[in-house]
Each structure stands twice: as structure tokens, then as C-alpha cells.
């Protein structure tokens, strides 16, 4: 698998255009079987990135949208993905440049709307804001889609999940060496 970086400043004017700043490409092998969390570095005269990956076998995509159904117009709060050694930050109205208003039908503008899931595991959602207790959501790979109320808001979590369903046919994969090929 092939990483590419292509880092930019964004100049603002438009007659002056983008300007680069960092690029570079980076291998790794998708032969293996580590589940530890992995970092490769890209460095250059100006920068150096750090990238931090977990493999996940067999994956399924969940692609995921919050939207907010009561009136607010905000969402300040934190949404995360994935089990306690290993979260993917999917919202964070805190950081910089973060919008918390919201889009169009009321979903939050998510900085990253796809996850990858094991095949067999459970999509672990978590989101805390300002007036609540922290909330944990668990949704299988059957499931659509989710509503409930935190705090002042009532959320409705939609995934659509892409892949194919091993438990449907049998002998889909096979073991070649250290990895599972799929047929």
C-alpha cells in the first residue's frame, strides 16, 4: 500500500494560489497480521509528518453521518470511533478551524466520515458534549441507523456500511502465508 502526502499552504488569494509546502510517498506492507497501532514518518527540509494506523483485517467500511433532529443550529461536543486503545477522531468542535454549524438537514460537518471494522466487531461510537455525560453507542453490521438524546440534542447516527458479508458464503478466504486472501 502506497501513502501520498501533498501538504499545501492556502494562500487565501486566489491569484496567488496554494503554495507546497511538504510532499512525499510512503510503503507499507499489507502483509501482516500486527494489530498494534503503526506509525510511519515522512520527513523534508520543512516538515515532517507522522502518520498513525492500526491494520484491521477483513474490513468492512462504515461510512457515517450524525445529523442533529431537534432545532439546534450548533453542535459543540466530541465524537469518536473505535474501542479504548484505538479511537479515530471523527468531530472535535475544539480544535481550530472546526465549523460547528451545522450543514444542510442539520449533520454535523464531520471531519472524516469513513471507519474501518473488523469483520465480527461492533462499530463503537462515542460522543461527549458540554451538558451530558459521555454516551457510547454500539452498532452492528446490520444496522442502519440509530437515534437518541444527549444533552440538549437528539442525534441520529446513519451508516452505510460496503463490503462483503463473509457469513453469507462460505470459504471466502483462504490463508496464503501470513495473510487471508479473499476469493
Known amino acids: 500500500m502506497v501513502f501520498e502526502f501533498s501538504l499545501k499552504i492556502i494562500m487565501g488569494d486566489e491569484e496567488a494560489g496554494d503554495q507546497e509546502f511538504s510532499k512525499g510517498m510512503m510503503e507499507r506492507s499489507t502483509v501482516t497480521s500486527d494489530r ?5 514518518w515522512l520527513g523534508s527540509c520543512l516538515s515532517h509528518v507522522k502518520m ?13 453521518a450524525v445529523n442533529i433532529l431537534n432545532k439546534e443550529s450548533y453542535f459543540h461536543g466530541k465524537i469518536t470511533a473505535g474501542d479504548n ?29 469513513a471507519v474501518a471494522v473488523e469483520w465480527g ?8 458534549v458540554p451538558s451530558a455525560k459521555q454516551k457510547s453507542i454500539i452498532l452492528e453490521h446490520d444496522e442502519e441507523e440509530r437515534t437518541f438524546k444527549l444533552g440538549t440534542y437528539e ?22 502465508g501470513r495473510a487471508l486472501v479473499l476469493l
Open 155 to 176: 442525534l441520529q447516527v446513519e451508516i452505510i456500511w460496503t463490503g462483503i458479508l463473509i457469513k453469507q458464503r462460505k470459504n471466502v478466504l483462504k490463508k496464503i
Open 121 to 128: 466487531r461492533d462499530l463503537v461510537l462515542r460522543f461527549a
Open 36 to 40: 498494534r497501532p503503526l506509525t510511519l
Open 85 to 113: 486503545k484505538n479511537r479515530i477522531l471523527l468531530y472535535d468542535s475544539k480544535v481550530a478551524g472546526t465549523k460547528t454549524e451545522l450543514g444542510c438537514g442539520g449533520s454535523v460537518p464531520l471531519t472524516r466520515h
Open 52 to 64: 498513525e494506523f492500526v491494520n484491521v483485517p477483513c474490513a468492512l467500511e462504515a461510512s457515517v
